[in-house]
């Protein structure tokens, strides 16, 4: 499975900016698929997902600024990210867990990554 991101840049605080993730995979077969973002010496946190039965799932600091949707006949998730602060600068990475018969057989699959800074 491969996931490309893309969308990231800089912009200045308040504005917006639209992430995509393009999969080379049917992501009607895709478990759970979303965002998640690591700044500079920190971990790696979730942003935004769907999760099981296409529910999603976003952090407390992103609710109501940023969101998530999805075109399965492109297989891509963006995420829509408003009212930008320069505290979600940072990588944002495409992540995706393709379903299985058996969760044990489950694996975690990455993007490469895109920069998002946001300038004060």
């Known amino acids: 499975v491969q996931l490309q991101a893309s969308g990231g840049g800089l912009v200045q605080a308040g504005g917006s900016l639209r992430l995509s993730c393009a999969a080379s995979i049917d992501i009607d077969t895709i478990r759970v698929m979303g965002w998640y973002r690591q700044a500079p010496g920190k971990e790696r946190d979730l942003v935004a997902a769907?999760?099981?039965?296409?529910?999603?799932n976003y952090a407390d600091s992103v609710k109501g600024r940023f969101t998530i949707s999805r075109d399965n006949a492109k297989n891509t998730v963006y995420l829509q990210m408003n009212s930008l602060k320069p505290e979600d600068t940072a990588v944002y990475y495409c992540n995706a867990i393709p379903r299985r018969l058996q969760r044990k057989y489950e694996r975690e699959y990455w993007g490469q990554g895109t920069q998002v800074t946001v300038s004060s």
């Open positions: 769907f999760a099981d039965g296409g529910s999603t």
